[in-house]
């Protein structure tokens, strides 16, 4: 998806010592591990629980996670994901008992950094580490270059999500972003494929040359060519002077093909050789001029299935699909569905200049998680919009809105009540969670439980280079 982002100054790669986070639940043993960093130049955090550790967690968080596997409460596994659902190139470093190497091992799949089985020494500790601090060092370093050139990685707005595919498909396009290499993008009508195509421009070396977007399926078959390639004066009939093509036109950036499995058979084949040679001739003319692009397409067809039914050609699948990215449809990532509503809901309430965003209950949201959307983010996008003009989810009007609203359970209400009032203390306090339960008279235990409870993202209000 999917939102227009905010425009975020670059932020700047820490210049005092590394900050790591000791979490572990045995005080004698963080201790030591605290005095070994310490004493080798580091300035370090000790916690207690995995839940206070998320208080120092934001996108951009310049340090290390060194956490223990097995703790009460929250385990150290479950830090890494909360951590990586946060920003996911932040090293989280595991410490495990001998029975528990297997499952470190596993986590390092699933991306951990590293782990060290215990007893280690603070040498093997330190070491491993300065590694970590330099590797993190480095991606800030060259975040800074990409957002020096306009390039902000803001893809958490963009693509909303917490769910497995979407933290995947973020990595991923963090990785094909910047190469060369053509992409096709797979899914389904209204999943955001768009959407991912505009990311890896912005996060390439191209983001400040033209990314073009040819609509495959809009544009008539018998204009397609001149469209695409161009045309000298005289070409055909009604050529009264000649015209740049659009992949001449994107030269230095980016060509979205959208929808390519539109493309007739004969424009498939000058394609592929466009693709495989980087030249294009115009209609009428001879002469080939180089072209320096980048060429994604789109798909909301199985293209192979397509090949298979004569309709597109192989050799031009295997040269577009170097890398892939599927798009995942909502039904494969439901509970994405209610923060992505809200998201929308917002930016409806902005686009129809409605003061006050409506409040959503609790049940409704619910309700959105189980329902079939078969038209994807975009007719969810059309929900929030009828939901944010007062039609209800479906248009029936204020009568059903308000009917829809009446049979809320008084339970549901109070919970409305208090996501309200939470979220409200979480913007005025930039995220911070010891201001917000001084301010609402709770502990800090119960804050936490009703954040888990009512499904509230805290990290959405924590300012730029803030994290407690």
Known sequence: ????????????????????????????????????????????????????????????????????????????????TRVHEIDREIPVILMTG??????????????????????????????????????????????????????????EQRLIGRSTAMIDLRRRLRTVGPAETDVLITGPTGAGKEVVARALHDLSSRARRPFVVIDCAAIPAQLMESELFGHEQGAFAGAMRARTGKFEHASGGTVLLDDIAALTPALQGKLLRLIEDRTVSRLGSNEVHPLDIRVLATARVPLEAEVAAGRFRADLLYRLNVVTLEVPALDQRREDIALLFLRLLTEAAARHRIEAVPQVPPAFLTALGSRDWPGNVRELRNAADRFALGLGLDGGGEGETAAGQATVRLAD?????????????????GGALRPVYESLGLSRKSLYEKILKLGIDKTAFIADGEGS
């Open 1 to 80: 998806m999917i939102a227009h982002p905010p425009q975020h100054p670059p932020q700047h790669p820490p210049q005092h010592p590394p900050r790591i986070l000791v979490v572990d639940d045995d005080a004698d043993l963080r201790g030591s591990t605290v005095q070994a960093l310490e004493l080798a130049g580091m300035a370090v955090q000790d916690l207690a629980t995995a839940e206070r550790a998320l208080d120092f967690i934001t996108f951009g968080f310049p340090g290390v996670v060194l956490t223990d596997i097995r703790m009460p409460g929250m385990d150290g596994l479950t830090l890494m």
């Open 98 to 155: 001998h029975g528990d190497v297997q499952l470190a091992v596993r986590a390092m799949r699933e991306g951990a950094h590293d782990f060290m089985e215990k007893p280690f020494s603070a040498s093997q500790m330190t070491e491993l580490v300065a590694r970590a601090v330099d590797f993190r060092r480095l991606v800030l370093e060259n975040r800074v270059l990409r957002a020096a050139a306009g390039q902000a990685d803001d893809l």
């Open 413 to 429: 209400r109070v919970a409305a009540f208090e996501r309200r009032e939470i979220e409200a203390a979480l913007a005025a306090h």
